[in-house]
């Protein structure tokens, strides 16, 4: 988890992310949109568009119970509750993250649809069957134990409901270049191959709907993509709440456009 950890309490990532949206003109006074916030508030690969797209693979609709685990600041979360209308529940470990988070929901009017909760991935505090979606982005790279993160996806899924998610995999070479955005050293990351991910879900009982290696896509979106103002970049990013977010970016990207990580997404089917 060393590379994950934010090394702020929760008072001070609420400091942090108010003192972030007042440098770039953002008002906390006033309602704010959750898209205006999508450089701060979705910290996985790809960003927005990266949540956009899911939404679109996972077909998620208004009515649907969403779970989304390892939630961050909730950005997605925020995402899926003002576009799609859909009310989401959030598993978070760090309580820095809960803290900021819930002050997120409040700013920007979405407290009623989403709910914070502090505790593990692998022992998820929910009844069996209780989501039509569990929801999760750039988290399974932390968790060793995937048998059992999944059999816990799996258990409180409603039958026919949807894991979607992205996470990295291995490549055909071991990680050399640390930190990365997930692991100050090699210990801290637990990647498998996009086959042993495919495996696993396999044998937890899911049954594949989608499964993508979007590694090329998201090498060619991070060459083309034009960087927002430098003012904005350097004061609403990750950066609010990451160290040495350029090094472990730079290691991520270099590890993907050399083939030691694979971006992969998908969504599996519960029976
Ligand atoms: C890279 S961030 C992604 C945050 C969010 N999914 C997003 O895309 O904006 C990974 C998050 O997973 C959380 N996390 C890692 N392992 C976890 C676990 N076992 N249970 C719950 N949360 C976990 C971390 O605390 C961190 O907030």
Redesign the pocket.
């Given at each position: 988890?060393a590379g994950?950890?934010s090394h702020y309490s929760a008072r001070d990532i609420e400091a942090r992310i108010l003192a972030a949206l007042r440098a770039v003109g953002l008002n906390p006074e006033q309602r704010l949109l959750p898209e205006a916030l999508a450089a701060l508030?979705?910290?996985?690969t790809g960003g927005l568009r990266a949540?956009r797209e899911l939404i679109k693979l996972a077909k998620i609709q208004a009515e649907d119970r969403v779970l989304?685990?390892?939630?961050?600041?909730?950005?997605?979360a925020r995402f899926l509750a003002s576009t799609i209308g859909c009310r989401v529940d959030c598993?978070?470990?760090?309580p820095d993250?809960c803290a900021g988070a819930a002050l997120l929901n409040r700013l920007t009017g979405l407290d009623d649809k989403i709910q914070m909760h502090r505790?593990?991935?692998?022992n998820l505090p929910f009844p069996d069957d209780s989501f039509d979606v569990v929801?999760?982005?750039?988290?399974g790279?932390?968790?060793a134990d995937k048998r059992k993160?999944y059999a816990e996806i799996y258990r409180v899924l409603k039958p026919g409901g949807r894991y979607a998610f992205q996470e990295m995999a291995a490549g055909k070479m071991a990680t050399s270049y640390f930190p990365l955005?997930?692991a100050t050293d090699p210990a801290d990351s637990c990647l498998v191959s996009a086959e042993g991910m495919r495996a696993l879900l396999d044998e937890s009982g899911f049954m594949l709907e989608i499964f993508d290696d979007t590694s090329d896509v998201q090498v060619t979106a991070a060459a083309v993509s034009s960087p927002p103002p430098a003012a904005a970049k350097a004061q609403l990013s990750l950066g609010v709440y990451v160290d040495n977010l350029a090094q472990k970016a730079g290691n991520a990207k270099r590890s993907l456009e050399e083939g030691q990580i694979r971006l992969v997404r998908g969504v599996f089917l519960a029976k």
């Amino acid at each position: 988890m060393a590379g994950l950890e934010s090394h702020y309490s929760a008072r001070d990532i609420e400091a942090r992310i108010l003192a972030a949206l007042r440098a770039v003109g953002l008002n906390p006074e006033q309602r704010l949109l959750p898209e205006a916030l999508a450089a701060l508030d979705h910290f996985h690969t790809g960003g927005l568009r990266a949540s956009r797209e899911l939404i679109k693979l996972a077909k998620i609709q208004a009515e649907d119970r969403v779970l989304d685990i390892g939630a961050g600041l909730a950005g997605p979360a925020r995402f899926l509750a003002s576009t799609i209308g859909c009310r989401v529940d959030c598993l978070e470990m760090s309580p820095d993250f809960c803290a900021g988070a819930a002050l997120l929901n409040r700013l920007t009017g979405l407290d009623d649809k989403i709910q914070m909760h502090r505790g593990s991935a692998l022992n998820l505090p929910f009844p069996d069957d209780s989501f039509d979606v569990v929801w999760m982005q750039n988290v399974g790279m932390n968790i060793a134990d995937k048998r059992k993160l999944y059999a816990e996806i799996y258990r409180v899924l409603k039958p026919g409901g949807r894991y979607a998610f992205q996470e990295m995999a291995a490549g055909k070479m071991a990680t050399s270049y640390f930190p990365l955005p997930w692991a100050t050293d090699p210990a801290d990351s637990c990647l498998v191959s996009a086959e042993g991910m495919r495996a696993l879900l396999d044998e937890s009982g899911f049954m594949l709907e989608i499964f993508d290696d979007t590694s090329d896509v998201q090498v060619t979106a991070a060459a083309v993509s034009s960087p927002p103002p430098a003012a904005a970049k350097a004061q609403l990013s990750l950066g609010v709440y990451v160290d040495n977010l350029a090094q472990k970016a730079g290691n991520a990207k270099r590890s993907l456009e050399e083939g030691q990580i694979r971006l992969v997404r998908g969504v599996f089917l519960a029976k």
